[in-house]
């Protein structure tokens, strides 16, 4: 019975989006044959067939708590990016001491340069705040509703800062 069902089964293939796959099942040990079918794309073939293809991250609203989590992890970069590019004018002799205070005392670049530096800090400082909050109580802390409200504490409160920060004297 089971040879007849091999019989039945012989030179079966199975067709994969960019290869098709064909079994001989009449031999002892199956042989693998690949050839490639087309040159079209995955995508356009399930537009073909009328079949939708996953949305992409721009179809859906991200929660609030993944923006903040994405934002925190940019200003984390952008602080490295940062302390690397001073450090380097450091290295290369730069007087980085002279150069901030006449970046920060211009009438229009000083406010945007301060708020461009305290921004990325005063964020990444309170994400970490929130952060060991949430290991010390995170049976209160890490619930849906509490971690949507922190988010827009952080946001709002991380903005509020880092204006004052701009708008005060000093660099």
Known sequence: MLSTSLQKFKGLSVAFPSKTLSLNLARAAPQLQFR???????TEKQ???GRPVS???TVY???VAAITSITNRVTGVLLTVGIT???GLAL?????SSLLPILGSHFLLGPVAKFGVSFPLVYHYLGGVRHLLWDQMPDSLLTNESVTQS?????????????????????
Do not use: M
């Open 36 to 42: 490639t079918s087309s040159t079209e794309s995955y």
């Open 55 to 57: 949305p992409h991250v």
């Open 85 to 87: 590019g001073i450090g």
């Open 61 to 63: 609203r991200f929660p």
């Open 92 to 96: 290369v002799g730069a007087d980085i």
């Open 151 to 171: 988010s827009y504490l952080l946001a709002g409160s991380s903005l509020a800062i880092s204006g004052a920060l701009a708008l005060v004297g000093g660099f």
């Open 47 to 49: 537009a073909k067939k």
